[in-house]
Each structure stands twice: as structure tokens, then as C-alpha cells.
């Protein structure tokens, strides 16, 4: 059974840093893509960043560009997501997912599995 875990969530001040981590397990990581995605409360999911299987080619939002850095690593099944700079319109629940495709895609309906994400929250 897959597992996705998060974590690394929590309260920050703008212009901040947070590190996300998301643990992964039953799946054979090295051949996923991985993503992560975030909801803000009366919105809908939007893609942040994602990692193709290869491990060679990152894709980020336009929103978070310069600010966000995905890295994974394979050794401990593990995808993280560093967070600079943080601003308050950051404020939402962020979620990993992987994809068996291993494109890194945009499209949330590429990835089967996810974690139930943790909460991350910006002041101003």
C-alpha cells in the first residue's frame, strides 16, 4: 500500500523559509515523478513544483518561481520542497503527489497518490 507523508508544515512570518519533506512509501520512488501541489481555503488545488522521475528536470508555478526548490532523494524516498521568501497569499495546505507516468506533470489528475499534506500559514 503507498503511503505519502508530510510534513515540515507550520506558522512562518513573511519573508520566512519553511522546508516541506514528504516521506514515501510501497511504491518503487525512483521510477515516480513527484509534485507538490497546495489549496488555499475557497480555492481550488493549483500546482507548486514537480520533479520528473529522472530526477533532471524541475517544473515550478509561475507564482513560486525563484522562491520554491524541489529536490528529492531516492536513497531515502524522500521529495522536499524549500520555501524562501515566503508571502502570506503562500497560506495553504500543501500536499505531495506521484505520478507512475514520471513526467513531473502540471495537471493534478496525472498523480495517483497522495498525501494528506500539512498546513502551512504566512503572516503578515
Known amino acids: 500500500q503507498v503511503h505519502l507523508v508530510e510534513s515540515g508544515g507550520g506558522l512562518v512570518q513573511a519573508g520566512g523559509s519553511l522546508r516541506l519533506s514528504c516521506a514515501a512509501s510501497?511504491?518503487?520512488?525512483?521510477?515516480?515523478?513527484m509534485g507538490w501541489f497546495r489549496q488555499a481555503p475557497g480555492k481550488e488545488r493549483e500546482f507548486v513544483a514537480a520533479?520528473?522521475?529522472?530526477?533532471?528536470?524541475?517544473s515550478y508555478a509561475n507564482s513560486v518561481k525563484g522562491r520554491f526548490t524541489i529536490s528529492s532523494d531516492n536513497a531515502k524516498n524522500t521529495v522536499s520542497l524549500q520555501m524562501n521568501s515566503l508571502k502570506p497569499e503562500d497560506t495553504a495546505v500543501y500536499s505531495c503527489?506521484?505520478?507512475?507516468?514520471?513526467?513531473?506533470?502540471?495537471?493534478?489528475?496525472?498523480?495517483?497518490?497522495w498525501g494528506q499534506g500539512t498546513q502551512v500559514t504566512v503572516s503578515s
Open positions: 510501497g511504491l518503487t520512488f525512483s521510477t515516480y515523478a
Open positions: 520533479i520528473n522521475w529522472l530526477r533532471r528536470y524541475s
Open positions: 503527489a506521484a505520478d507512475s507516468l514520471g513526467a513531473g506533470s502540471q495537471n493534478d489528475k496525472e498523480y495517483e497518490y
